[in-house]
């Protein structure tokens, strides 16, 4: 049985379930699910922890000096933190938990910028401090 918890259950609520598995933000960091890109993105303005997944390592931030434009990773990841920081700020206001927000990137391969959607949570980490995710948008 899967249970749903929302922020109108009780604590007592879920007395009487047990865990049979958990999966921590810290495990996926260290499975390499995830990679904290949290020194990036202070430099960015934020002041929470921040990690992206795999996928938007491999689909956004990955390059190699092969490659036939003037890009490397570290531009590319900044391009990644600083414009969620932007989608963080202009959402603030409105409570949102997920925030969809476009970027222009160029894939790999290819010499023209395309138009893709990333997905950033903000949301409890395992303490349950505040932390932010960046993934793609069929990720969760």
Request: aromatic share 8%.
């Amino acid at each position: 049985m899967v249970v749903l918890v929302n922020k109108f259950m009780s604590a007592d609520a879920l007395d009487n379930f047990e865990v049979i598995s958990t999966y921590t933000r810290r495990q996926a960091i260290e499975d390499g699910m995830l990679i904290d890109v949290s020194a990036t993105a202070k430099d960015a303005g934020f002041s929470i922890p921040v990690a992206i997944s795999a996928g938007v390592q491999a689909e956004c931030v990955t390059w190699s000096d092969d490659e036939q434009t003037n890009q490397d990773e570290v531009g590319r990841l900044w391009d990644v933190v600083y414009l969620a920081g932007w989608a963080a700020r202009d959402k603030a206001s409105y409570g949102l938990r997920q925030v969809l927000f476009p970027m222009y990137r160029i894939a790999r391969g290819d010499t023209k910028a395309t138009r893709v959607h990333l997905k950033m949570d903000i949301g409890p980490g395992d303490s349950p401090e505040p932390v932010v995710t960046i993934m793609l948008p069929t990720e969760d």
